[in-house]
């Protein structure tokens, strides 16, 4: 099977940064997608940032500017810089992976979601 695990969390003031780590890890073909997500209490859950298999980013405006999303593809481990960070950031952040893992006699799909860490940003 496949596990992912986010780290990196905490208690910041406003204007801090904060680094969120997710790690992969099982018998992993292909990682194609990871993304970050955010849910705020009594909100639904948004896309933050993700990357493609190609690099290829993406941000909603809310966090454009601010937070940068990279991977480490040796590492199967994605990581959202979050800088300026604002109470409004406050939420869990919730890493996804899509790709291929390695069956018994066969690659399959999968995806993925880590159990979140708790980002908290006060003024």
């Known amino acids: 099977q496949v596990q992912v695990v986010e780290s990196g969390g905490g208690l910041v003031q406003a204007g801090e940064s904060l680094r969120l780590s997710c790690v992969v890890s099982?018998?992993?073909?292909?990682?194609?997608?990871m993304g970050w997500y955010r849910q705020a209490p009594g909100k639904q859950r948004e896309l933050v940032a993700d990357i493609g298999s190609g690099s290829i980013t993406d941000y909603p405006d809310s966090v454009k500017g601010r937070f940068t999303i990279s991977r480490d593809n040796a590492k199967n481990t994605v990581y959202l810089q979050m800088n300026s960070l604002k109470p409004e950031d406050t939420a869990v952040y919730y890493c996804?992976?899509?790709?291929?893992?390695?069956?018994?006699?066969?690659?399959?799909?999968?995806?993925?979601w880590g159990q979140g860490t708790q980002v908290t940003v006060y003024s």
């Open positions: 099982g018998r992993i073909f292909s990682l194609n997608y």
């Open positions: 996804e992976a899509r790709g291929t893992r390695r069956g018994t006699v066969d690659v399959l799909p999968f995806d993925a």
